[in-house]
């Protein structure tokens, strides 16, 4: 099972790399809330119900234009964008200034939702008695 | 009288090009697993719709 802290630690991980976004909520499979950038308690769970209720719209809207499947959603207006990313029953949503750079903005958030599940996938692993997957190391670069 | 016509003109030109890329940089655009996108035509309800419900998201 997940703990709050290896999401944590990924949207961590996403606003050091990212100056593109500014708010981010992972969502779990059961609709509960992983982990998020907003610290004050009540305006994350509004954030979520607001891209909840986006979801649900962009959804029908997707199925009546004949989509199979919506897995990934970017919203943008002159305020901002809204950008979405689902895989295996789990979400990640942002928020970014306007005008982002989506291909990069829908890099980051599928990386984290990645790095998210490979932490899930390890933490069964390791439940079960197998060794961890490895991980892909940075090469050095200083020879 | 040429000056006013080139300051109205300017202004003019400068509220077109605003409400062009303005326009652009309105979208909504929805995509699949298998790579298909969708991508909501202006002035659609569908559109504005997703739009207005962005901006509460955005406004929070």
Do not use: N, W
Request: a negative charge.
């Amino acid at each position: 099972m997940l703990s709050a802290m290896d999401a944590a630690q990924a949207l961590a991980d996403l606003t050091e790399i990212s100056s593109q976004v500014e708010h981010v909520a992972i969502v779990d499979r059961d609709g509960s809330l992983l982990a998020t950038t907003v610290r004050d308690a009540p305006r994350a769970t509004r954030l979520v119900a607001g891209i909840t209720r986006l979801l649900e719209e962009a959804d029908r809207v997707a199925q009546a234009r004949g989509l199979p499947e919506l897995t990934q959603l970017e919203a943008s207006t002159l305020e901002g964008s809204v950008f979405a990313v689902r895989r295996a029953g789990r979400m990640i949503a942002a928020t970014t200034r306007p005008d982002p750079t989506v291909g990069l903005v829908f890099y980051d958030l599928k990386h984290c939702l990645g790095s998210v599940e490979d932490t899930s996938a390890e933490t069964t692993e390791q439940g079960a008695g197998k060794a961890p997957a490895r991980r892909r190391r940075k090469a050095d670069t200083s020879a | 009288m040429t000056a006013v016509v080139l300051v109205a003109g300017s202004l003019a030109g400068s509220v077109l090009y605003r409400r062009r890329v303005g326009r652009r940089l309105e979208r909504v655009e929805l995509y699949s697993d298998d790579g298909a996108m969708v991508s909501l035509p202006e002035g659609s309800e569908d559109l504005e719709q997703i739009l207005a419900m962005t901006r509460d998201v955005l406004a929070l």
